[in-house]
């Protein structure tokens, strides 16, 4: 089950959610994401790094034009608040050989981070959802989509 809408509010608060980023490359996008979460509160500025590693390492392309970059499992102790970014490309970036517009960065804690991954994975394979992600134009309408 996704997220509840009170859940992703507090997780996806508004200065999180960029609807008309652009990236010159994946790590551009990784790094935006990071930020997002790091103005929030929920990450240490270290934890972007970590980011970046996690995509050396696999890459956090999930399908259907979407990625959900994370921290290494070292990273945990950079977590100072479970939290979620969002960027909506308005163009795509190259992601380990497929194209990009939706990226939903994560920050959480021990088995919740795996809890969230795959919820959000979960509430992201109706295609018509993620189709409709990249049609939002509100905050409020991204975090209804990912709680539906």
Same mark, same amino acid.
């Given at each position: ?60 392309? *999930? ?78 309408? *991204? ?6």
């Amino acid at each position: 089950m996704a997220p509840t809408l009170d859940e992703l509010s507090r997780l996806l608060p508004t200065p999180s959610i960029n609807l008309s980023a652009r990236a010159a490359t994946r790590d551009d996008a990784v790094r935006q994401a990071g930020a997002l979460l790091v103005a929030a509160g929920a990450v240490d500025p270290d934890y972007v790094d970590q980011m970046l590693e996690r995509e050396r390492i696999v890459s956090t392309f *999930v399908g259907d034009g979407i990625a959900m970059p994370h921290g290494t499992l070292t990273a945990k102790s950079d977590v100072i608040n479970e939290g979620l970014s969002v960027l909506l490309l308005a163009k795509p970036v190259d992601w380990a050989g497929q194209p990009v517009t939706l990226v939903i960065g994560i920050a959480a804690h021990g088995r919740r981070y795996i809890t969230l991954l795959s919820q959000l994975a979960a509430a992201l394979l109706d295609e018509g959802r993620a189709t409709s992600l990249r049609e939002a134009t509100t905050a409020e309408r *991204v975090r209804a989509l990912l709680a539906s």
